[in-house]
């Protein structure tokens, strides 16, 4: 089972690929969506929380910290928050475990799992940096949405593809969502 988690960044496209795929994949996946990322769905990609559902295998509205994922005893072994704010990495590199997903994250990083976060948010002040830079310092990986161009993307798609499939990549994950450097088949 991994969690994934989608906040109210730009970007969310990122959040709706990497649930398309793991779906595609057969992996387990818990959803959790904030309520600013609802907003976001709707405006840049015109769709609900209930059209992404049927993408997740359970799902989780983000103030209920009664959920399994909120507790150290449920076995899951990974979450990705993607796209993640600056408000949200905020409150796990502080511990502020107020919602699902900053427990969920505060879970994982006390249990020892993997946690990926993909922040979106640019130009970035010191205390954004600091922040990441606490939460790597504990083992969490900060995978920023900045998309590469050796692969010669061609379309919004290919450049969307190559950040999900470094997520897939962390999470050991294989997979061919993009061309890789000397690879001459995508
Ligand atoms: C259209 C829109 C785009 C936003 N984009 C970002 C962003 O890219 N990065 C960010 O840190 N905050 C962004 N915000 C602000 C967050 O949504 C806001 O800080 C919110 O409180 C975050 O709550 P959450 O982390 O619980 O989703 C955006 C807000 C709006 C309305």
């Given at each position: ?9 730009s970007g969310?496209?990122?959040g ?8 595609e994949?057969?992996?387990e ?5 904030t309520?600013?990322?609802k907003?976001?769905l709707?405006?840049?990609?015109g ?11 359970v799902y ?8 399994s994922i ?13 796209p ?12 502020y475990?107020s ?6 994250a ?5 249990e020892r799992?993997?946690l990926v976060?993909v922040?979106?948010e640019t ?8 922040n ?13 949405a900045m998309p590469a161009f050796?692969h ?9 593809n ?11 994950i294989?997979n ?11």
């Amino acid at each position: 089972m991994i969690v994934v988690a989608i906040t109210g960044a730009s970007g969310v496209i990122y959040g709706v690929r990497l649930l398309e795929i793991l779906k595609e994949l057969g992996e387990e996946t818990a959803l959790v969506i904030t309520p600013p990322a609802k907003i976001i769905l709707e405006y840049e990609l015109g769709i609900t929380e209930d059209d992404l559902k049927q993408y997740s295998t359970v799902y989780y509205s983000s103030d209920d910290l009664t959920a399994s994922i909120n507790s150290g005893s449920f076995r899951y072994s990974s979450m990705v928050i993607v796209p993640s704010t600056m408000k949200t990495i905020s409150a796990i590199a502080n511990g502020y475990a107020s919602n699902a997903i900053t427990r969920a994250a505060d879970v994982v990083l006390k249990e020892r799992r993997k946690l990926v976060i993909v922040p979106r948010e640019t130009p970035i002040r010191s205390i954004h940096l600091e922040n990441m830079l606490k939460i790597s310092n504990e083992g969490g990986i900060i995978l920023p949405a900045m998309p590469a161009f050796y692969h010669k993307p061609e379309n919004i798609d290919e450049m969307v593809n190559f950040i999900v499939g470094k997520i897939l990549d962390m999470l050991e994950i294989d997979n061919h969502l993009f061309r890789r450097w000397h690879d001459e088949n995508p």
